[in-house]
């Protein structure tokens, strides 16, 4: 170029610097972190096994022989690197490998490039799955224990058949990305709705019925389906998370059903849908005596107010009569006016007003 003139090499290098996009930059050191995390044996070892599900130390610990210590080291550094998700549940701490965000692919290609013949990784498939048999005799032996409770309530209201096919008319099709199921006990709607969403979280308070959950999903083979133990009165998700949430059979054990739907519709994308399923109003006292419900079912008008009063809109009922108990759904959408968390601005986006 005329009047421009190249002393030495290092002018080009510092003029082509000025115009590297960082995003990619950071986006390649993220990718390469990840790769070096995972070169490894024992780690990907790991990975592959935390591809299968919901994997704890204790169980690692199991397949591979090694000490929690060292276990615990090797699954610090693939989290740290983006590779697996981490969810503590009490006393234990539940990895798997990750499924969204910009190293999920990553991570899947990682896995895929491990030997599907390797002996060594045929043998830790070979314990977890024998790890995964135990834990699923433990939980059906805890489903059995209670399946009195289960069974009686059944006979009271229609097929849950009819309930479930209902509910998947109700549903959107197709679309949904996240899906949120409170109280998912055995993990039954996510099941109903694998096939239509992208990802699907469980939340539920009773450990016992979450390992009966997992077990569940496994054998359904619903890989993009997970659960963990919450409260509903303290979501783990960020706002605006989930276009769509299930309410299976819960309200009527809550001290506050209003407050419960105002937590959830904080963590609800606009336009998303809320599908509750419950009891209408009946006078089983029993119910309350035996089964510890709060609420002896619930009215149209005041499940509509309290979806108003949360935001959401109201937009379909359907009522399933049964002897002596009628199910009632209800689905809500989300209005995309509807107010929703705004952080405070940070020290430094305040400094610049």
Not at 41 to 50: E, F, N, S
Not at 213 to 220: D, F, G, S
Not at 231 to 257: E, G, I, K, R
Not at 297 to 308: N, S, T
């Amino acid at each position: 170029m005329a009047g421009h003139h190249i002393h030495n090499l290092y002018d080009i290098d510092i003029k082509i610097s000025l115009y590297v996009n960082i995003s990619i930059m950071s986006e390649l050191d993220q990718i390469m972190e990840a790769m070096r995390a995972a070169a490894e044996p024992t780690r990907l070892r790991i990975l592959v096994l935390c591809a299968a599900g919901d994997v704890t130390v204790t169980e690692l610990v199991r397949v591979m022989g090694q000490s929690q210590p060292r276990i615990s080291r090797h699954l610090k550094v693939l989290s740290s690197a983006g590779l697996l998700t981490r969810t503590p549940e009490g006393s234990w701490v539940f990895y798997r490998l990750v499924s969204s965000g910009p190293l999920a692919a990553t991570a899947r290609q990682l896995v895929d490039l491990a030997p599907e013949g390797d002996e060594v990784l045929n043998r830790d498939r070979e314990r977890l799955a024998r790890i995964k048999l135990e834990r699923a005799e433990e939980a059906a032996l805890y489903f059995n224990q209670n399946a009195r409770y289960w069974d009686e309530l059944r006979t009271m209201h229609v097929d849950d058949a009819q309930v479930e096919a209902a509910v998947l008319d109700l549903m959107p099709r197709a679309g949904i990305q996240n899906l949120l199921d409170v109280g998912t006990g055995t993990g039954r709607m996510l099941e109903v709705l694998g096939d239509r969403i992208n990802h699907g979280q469980g939340i539920d308070i009773s450990r016992e019925m979450l390992a009966v959950a997992r077990t569940h999903l496994e054998q359904a083979g619903l890989k993009h389906c997970q659960v963990r133990h919450a409260n509903l009165a303290q979501l783990p998700f960020p706002y605006d998370s989930f276009d769509a949430v299930t309410v299976h059979q819960v309200l009527h054990f809550l001290d506050d059903p209003a407050q419960a739907i105002q937590m959830i519709a904080q963590v609800m994308m606009p336009d998303g849908h809320l599908l509750i399923v419950d009891f209408a109003p009946h006078e089983l006292e029993e119910l309350r005596r035996e089964h510890k419900h709060r609420r002896l079912g619930f009215r149209d008008d005041e499940v509509e107010a309290w979806c108003e009063a949360a935001g959401l809109k109201p937009i379909r009922t359907r009522r399933l009569p049964g002897n002596p108990l009628t199910v009632t759904i209800w689905l809500a959408q989300k209005d995309d006016l509807a107010m929703t968390y705004v952080p405070p601005p940070t020290l430094r986006e305040r400094a610049r007003t």
